[in-house]
T-cell receptor
Framework: AQRVTQPEKLLSVFKGAPVELKCNYS??????LFWYVQYSRQRLQLLLR??SRESIKGFTADLNKGETSFHLKKPFAQEEDSAMYYC??????????FGPGTRLSVLP | DGGITQSPKYLFRKEGQNVTLSCEQN?????MYWYRQDPGQGLRLIYY???????QKGDIAEGYSVSREKKESFPLTVTSAQKNPTAFYLC?????????????FGAGSRLTVL
C-alpha cells in the first residue's frame, strides 16, 4: 500500500536560516510526488511537483528513489513561508495519498 | 473566473441530523474528490468520482454519501451514521489527461456537530 510520512508535525526556524521539510514514501513502482501548501486563510494549493524540476518561491525538492524521499528545501527561509506543508504521492491510475503535514513557522 | 466553490463555509448540525455540503466546479474537470482534514492526520479520502454517474469509496467512506449527476457538481452528505463528523471538509477536482495529474482545491467547509 502507498504511504507518505512526514516526521515533523512542527518545524520552527529563524528568518534567513535554511529549512528542510522531510517526506518519505512507500511505493514499489514509480510514483509522482508533490508538495502542497496551505497558507493561513488560503486554499490548499500546489507548490511543486517532482516532474517539473522547478524552483517555486525559492523551494526545491529532489526525488531520491533510493531513499524513497522527497524532501522540500529552501536555503533562506522568509516569514511568508510560514504555512502548513503536505507531501503527496500519486501512482498511475490511483488516487493521491497525503502525508500528515508539517507546520512551518518562520520566526523573525 | 474558474475554480471550485464549496458551500457553506461554516455549518453547525445537531446530532442525528444529516447535512449536505455543496461542491461546484467550472473548470470542466472530469474527476472530483472529497477529503476530510483533521489536525495531525493530513487529508483522508472520503469519496471520489472519475466521471458523471459514477463514484467510488475512499478510505473513510462510512457515514458519508455522494452523488455525481452533473459534471460540475459533487455534493457530500454527512449522515447521522458518521461517528465523529466535526471536521474540515475539502473538495478537489482533477483535470483529465496525461501530465495533468494535479488537484485543485476548494476553500473548504467546516462542520461542527453540537
Amino acid at each position: 500500500a502507498q504511504r507518505v510520512t512526514q516526521p515533523e508535525k512542527l518545524l520552527s526556524v529563524f528568518k534567513g536560516a535554511p529549512v528542510e521539510l522531510k517526506c518519505n514514501y512507500s511505493y514499489s513502482g514509480s510514483p509522482e510526488l508533490f508538495w502542497y501548501v496551505q497558507y493561513s486563510r488560503q486554499r490548499l494549493q500546489l507548490l511543486l511537483r517532482h516532474i517539473s524540476r522547478e524552483s517555486i518561491k525559492g523551494f526545491t525538492a529532489d526525488l531520491n528513489k533510493g531513499e524513497t524521499s522527497f524532501h522540500l528545501k529552501k536555503p533562506f527561509a522568509q516569514e511568508e513561508d510560514s504555512a502548513m506543508y503536505y507531501c503527496a504521492l500519486s501512482a498511475y491510475g490511483q488516487n493521491f495519498v497525503f502525508g500528515p503535514g508539517t507546520r512551518l513557522s518562520v520566526l523573525p | 473566473d474558474g475554480g471550485i466553490t464549496q458551500s457553506p463555509k461554516y455549518l453547525f448540525r445537531k446530532e442525528g441530523q444529516n447535512v449536505t455540503l455543496s461542491c461546484e466546479q467550472n473548470l470542466n474537470h472530469d474527476a472530483m474528490y472529497w477529503y476530510r482534514q483533521d489536525p495531525g492526520q493530513g487529508l483522508r479520502l472520503i469519496y471520489y468520482s472519475q466521471i458523471v454517474n459514477d463514484f467510488q469509496k475512499g478510505d473513510i467512506a462510512e457515514g458519508y454519501s455522494v452523488s455525481r449527476e452533473k459534471k460540475e457538481s459533487f455534493p457530500l452528505t454527512v449522515t447521522s451514521a458518521q461517528k465523529n463528523p466535526t471536521a474540515f471538509y475539502l473538495c478537489a477536482s482533477q483535470e483529465g489527461g496525461a501530465g495533468a495529474n494535479v488537484l485543485t482545491f476548494g476553500a473548504g467547509s467546516r462542520l461542527t456537530v453540537l
